[in-house]
């Protein structure tokens, strides 16, 4: 099968692919004087949140997807200050559900919604809080069908990834590799890559990042994986017929065949992915990190926009910090507070009686495997 299949022509409209300084006037930025670390946190948080309670509601990782990307885009054109990210959360999951034919009922979803809110168990929350909430995912609906122009149509790099997995699978030995790479797909929605590139420079960049993280550290650098590739010695030959590299590691260059301006969106894509690692806790909860996010991110502008720190001075739940006072609280708001997080276990939840999990679709909490998922995320 030839390359043409990953050639550019995505369905993404160009309204959803800004550029990164975009980040900085963001209404969050412009309208709440929002700070941009604090913003891509809250983000995170937000798609915690959303994955959490899509996997409880037992929904195909597709709706997840979607809602996290329509959660990333609310956000370009209201302020996180005005809408809190659990309704919208709330309300990207409950019109997933519609529009991507996995319908779960409103008082469904907010009874849920409300449960994790709460720490109470679903069976426990009263009728007036889970009307309440019912109230406030429909009023929030409203203005994300107005937010998103009612262009409900979202590609996603796992797509790709398929692609590449059934090119470049020979045996088992390749599984790890398409685990990590299916893993920080996942996590990629945690960050805002589907806000900054094409879902074929998405997929490439979990793809190649996965390969170095599986080959180690004595293998290929990431500036090696994604270099062009050197003009040909023999007579010359259309693009689409360049013969195959001998070298793995360049896989996905060979297949895509990008060009300049694709692969330096490729090398930033990448480095956001490695900064976003690195700014977890990699020297505590998560030291397994540590070996993803100390990886040596390909060359990029000194100009270019850092979105990521190294572990993020916003205080967790546990944690909470009252604004000029340094003492630290083991308490907060209920209405507040997003829960620990519980999906990606290493032990999944068992399904109910009545359903069976088919491929795709998530079972219990463990609805988006990832890297960050043996432990408690840092995202409270």
Known sequence: MGAHQFEAGSSTSSQWVFPASALLATPSATTSAMQLDKELYDRARGVEFLYRLGASLQLPTT???????????????????????????????????????????????????????????????????????????????????????????????????????????????????????????????????????????????CFILAQRFVDGDHSASLDARIASSAPSASLPTPPSNKPSSPDASRFVIDQCQFNEAELADLAEALTILIEFYNSQDTLGSMPFLSSIGTIQPPATPESR?????????????????????????????????????????SSPAKATLNWRPVKGEAVGDDAAPSLLAHVRLDLE
């Not at 994790?116 to 909430?133: E, F, H, L, M, N």
């Not at 406030?136 to 997995?165: K, N, Q, R, Y």
């Not at 059934?166 to 805002?192: F, G, M, N, P, Q």
């Open 63 to 205: 709706a997840l997807f979607t809602a996290a990307t329509w959660y990333h885009r609310f956000y370009m054109r209201y302020s996180m200050e005005d809408y809190h990210r659990q309704d919208v959360a709330a309300a990207c999951i409950f019109l997933a559900t519609k529009t991507e034919e996995c319908g779960r009922k409103l008082r469904d979803v907010a009874k849920v919604c409300q449960s994790k809110i709460s720490g109470a168990v679903a069976d426990k929350v009263t009728d007036s809080d889970i009307q309440a909430c019912q109230d406030a995912i429909l009023a929030t609906e409203e203005v994300l069908l107005e937010a998103l122009c009612f262009d409900f149509v979202v590609d996603s790099p796992h797509e790709t990834l398929v692609d590449f997995f059934d090119r470049h699978l020979r045996d088992e030995s390749d599984k790890s590799l398409c685990d990590a790479a299916w893993c920080i797909a996942h996590d990629s929605y945690r960050t805002v890559l589907c806000l900054l590139f094409d879902v074929r420079i998405i997929a490439a960049a």
């Open 305 to 345: 926009l850092k979105l990521y720190s190294h572990n993020l001075h916003v205080p967790s739940a546990g944690n909470t910090t009252k604004a000029g006072n340094t003492k630290n609280t083991t308490t907060m708001n209920l209405s507040q507070r997003t829960p620990e997080s519980t999906h990606g276990g």
